[in-house]
């Protein structure tokens, strides 16, 4: 019992020091990992106040990559956002920017309001 006992002791010291080891070797990475952003595929070029983009955050200037189901992959022309619109009125979609180069992220419910369209903004290709 007491060799059982000692061998234990030493499996655990040894699953210790390890735990250990790895800790310490992670926390010497760095901290900050780049995330290569996409590039966007559309600009938003006007923002109606009291609209529901504006309500969602949306501002001028914000580079779109991605808009529902459409992204810089699969993006051809503006009736595809048309589409995604039309067909998720009254349903979140989510929506990703480029803002001051940082990415951001926001939840955009096409709807009516009292202006014109679901969303109450423009959005323009982005000339690849």
């Given at each position: 019992?007491?060799?059982i006992?000692e061998?234990?002791?030493?499996l655990h010291?040894?699953e210790k020091?390890?735990?250990?080891?790895?800790?310490?070797?992670s926390?010497?990475e760095?901290?900050?990992?780049h995330?290569t952003?996409?590039?966007?595929?559309?600009?938003v070029d006007?923002?109606?106040d009291?609209?529901?983009?504006?309500?969602?955050?949306?501002?001028?200037g914000?580079e779109?990559?991605?808009?529902?189901?459409?992204?810089?992959?699969?993006f051809?022309?503006?009736?595809?956002i048309?589409?995604?619109v039309?067909?998720?009125?009254?349903?979140?979609?989510r929506?990703?920017?480029?803002?001051?180069?940082?990415?951001?992220?926001?939840?955009?419910t096409?709807?009516?309001?009292s202006g014109?369209?679901l969303l109450?903004c423009?959005?323009?290709?982005?000339?690849?």
């Open positions: 019992m007491a060799q006992e061998a234990l002791h030493m010291a040894r020091a390890k735990k250990e080891r790895d800790e310490a070797a926390q010497e760095p901290m900050e990992q995330v952003l996409l590039p966007p595929f559309a600009r006007a923002v109606t009291g609209s529901p983009a504006s309500g969602a955050g949306l501002k001028v914000d779109v990559i991605e808009f529902g189901s459409v992204n810089t992959s699969n051809q022309n503006l009736q595809n048309a589409a995604v039309q067909h998720s009125e009254g349903k979140p979609l929506v990703a920017v480029i803002r001051s180069g940082q990415k951001v992220q926001m939840s955009l096409p709807q009516r309001w014109r369209g109450g423009n959005i323009v290709p982005v000339q690849q």
